[in-house]
């Protein structure tokens, strides 16, 4: 049984930042990548950022520049450091997991509010 522990989610204001962070957890042999996917109400659940085993970051045109992930491998955890947030980074961010070469996992979500 593979889990996804995320945090860091909450209500900020347009210009702000906040950092998420996922810990997994549960037989796991090898990570081959981490990401994050936002899903805005009425919306697809879209790729916002993932990195891959190798450390090689990857982000949606939209948040580029302003967010960066990250990994720490001791630690089985990645985060997102989100600055500049915009109302339309509002959304439930999900972290996803690939991992054994063909297994993947989603976290429960984390809401991501940002006022105007």
């Known amino acids: 049984q593979v889990q996804l522990m995320e945090s860091g989610g909450g209500l900020v204001q347009a210009g702000g930042s906040l950092r998420l962070s996922c810990a997994a957890s549960?037989?796991?042999?090898?990570?081959?990548?981490m990401g994050w996917y936002r899903q805005a109400p009425g919306t697809n659940r879209d790729l916002v950022a993932f990195i891959t085993s190798g450390g090689t970051p990857n982000y949606a045109d939209s948040v580029k520049g302003r967010c960066t992930i990250s990994r720490d491998n001791t630690k089985n955890t990645t985060y997102l450091q989100m600055l500049s947030l915009k109302p339309e980074d509002t959304g439930v961010y999900y972290c996803?997991?690939?991992?054994?070469?063909?297994?993947?996992?989603w976290g429960q979500g984390t809401q991501v509010t940002v006022s105007s």
């Open positions: 549960g037989s796991i042999f090898k990570i081959d990548s």
């Open positions: 996803h997991l690939l991992y054994d070469s063909r297994w993947s996992a």
